[in-house]
């Protein structure tokens, strides 16, 4: 079962960066532009990308597993950089989880406008400079060291 959910990993993770970029260009529309609909369609996408995340680290924890197992039996695996991958994924669900928690209560509190929009938008960049760093290291893995491929 856990190379299974090893070998989704590969396939998960492209969701939530999809909808994490997607999510920060829109929310950067929104406030832009002022249009409700940018504003929505961004919350929606930070909702979604917080749930696939979910299911990437799950399965990148799986992954991480799998890859100790092989290194248990004689494989070199570059268990430093998966632990630094693994740390900024770990920070990146945590903070836009924290970003979805705190967007969703301004706008349920109906208090998302002037100084809060521009707060959450600089939040937003924070994040997906977070997610960059995140991507490059995962994008090291397979480059550099042929894992998941």
Same mark, same amino acid.
Do not use: C
């Given at each position: 079962m856990? +190379?299974?959910?090893?070998?989704?990993?590969?396939?998960?993770?492209?969701?939530?960066?999809?909808?994490l970029m997607l999510y920060i260009l829109l929310e950067f529309l929104g406030v832009t532009f002022k249009r409700d609909f940018f504003s929505k369609a961004a919350h929606l996408l930070l909702l979604l990308a917080v749930i696939t995340a979910l299911f990437a680290v799950f399965t990148g924890s799986q992954a991480k597993a799998l890859a100790q197992k092989w290194g248990a039996g004689g494989a070199v695996i570059p268990l430093n950089a998966i632990g +630094?991958?693994?740390?900024?994924?770990?920070i990146?669900?945590?903070?836009?989880?924290?970003?979805?928690?705190?967007r969703s209560?301004?706008?349920?509190?109906?208090k998302f406008s002037g100084v809060f929009k521009y707060g959450v938008l600089i939040l937003?960049?924070?994040?997906? *400079?977070?997610? *960059? +760093?995140?991507? +490059?290291?995962?994008?090291?893995?397979?480059?550099?060291?042929?894992?998941?491929?």
């Amino acid at each position: 079962m856990m +190379e299974v959910l090893a070998s989704l990993h590969a396939k998960i993770i492209h969701f939530p960066i999809a909808f994490l970029m997607l999510y920060i260009l829109l929310e950067f529309l929104g406030v832009t532009f002022k249009r409700d609909f940018f504003s929505k369609a961004a919350h929606l996408l930070l909702l979604l990308a917080v749930i696939t995340a979910l299911f990437a680290v799950f399965t990148g924890s799986q992954a991480k597993a799998l890859a100790q197992k092989w290194g248990a039996g004689g494989a070199v695996i570059p268990l430093n950089a998966i632990g +630094e991958h693994e740390q900024y994924a770990t920070i990146i669900l945590w903070y836009f989880a924290v970003l979805l928690v705190v967007r969703s209560y301004l706008v349920f509190k109906k208090k998302f406008s002037g100084v809060f929009k521009y707060g959450v938008l600089i939040l937003a960049f924070i994040g997906g *400079y977070l997610l *960059y +760093e995140t991507s +490059e290291y995962g994008g090291k893995l397979v480059y550099k060291y042929g894992l998941g491929t």
